[in-house]
């Protein structure tokens, strides 16, 4: 499968971004999806993810209760909803995708560039 993330930019601190990403292939719903984020000088993290139903969901403590991972399987996308940005959200963030139950993220998208200033 082949990922395509954008919906990156340039927001202020409290403000919203919603990332997509769009996946190729006919078996997206198969998939579990995922974002990663990597913030300058920072190891790459784990955002979110979600379950090929979009029934379970999993989020990182950092961006719990501000951030909302969905999936279209109709339309081979999954979103990232952020809200309540802050300065420290600023990172690239990746799309990411396994086989259900796969030990590792197989696939990775380019990535989205995400800049929250203060």
């Known amino acids: 499968v082949q990922l395509q993330a954008s919906g990156g930019g340039l927001v202020q601190a409290g403000g919203s971004l919603r990332l997509s990403c769009a996946a190729s292939?006919?078996?997206?719903?198969?998939?579990?999806m995922g974002w990663f984020r990597q913030a300058p000088g920072k190891e790459r993290e784990f955002v979110a993810s979600?379950?090929?139903?979009?029934?379970?969901?999993d989020y990182a403590e950092s961006v719990k209760g501000r951030s909302t991972i969905s999936r279209d399987n109709a339309k081979n996308t999954v979103y990232l909803q952020m809200n309540s940005l802050k300065p420290e959200d600023t990172a690239v963030y990746y799309c990411?995708?396994?086989?259900?139950?796969?030990?590792?993220?197989?696939?990775w998208g380019q990535g989205t560039l995400v800049t929250v200033s203060s």
């Open positions: 990411v995708a396994k086989n259900p139950g796969a030990p590792k993220w197989d696939y």
């Open positions: 292939g006919r078996t997206f719903s198969s998939y579990t």
């Open positions: 979600i379950s090929w139903s979009g029934s379970i969901t």
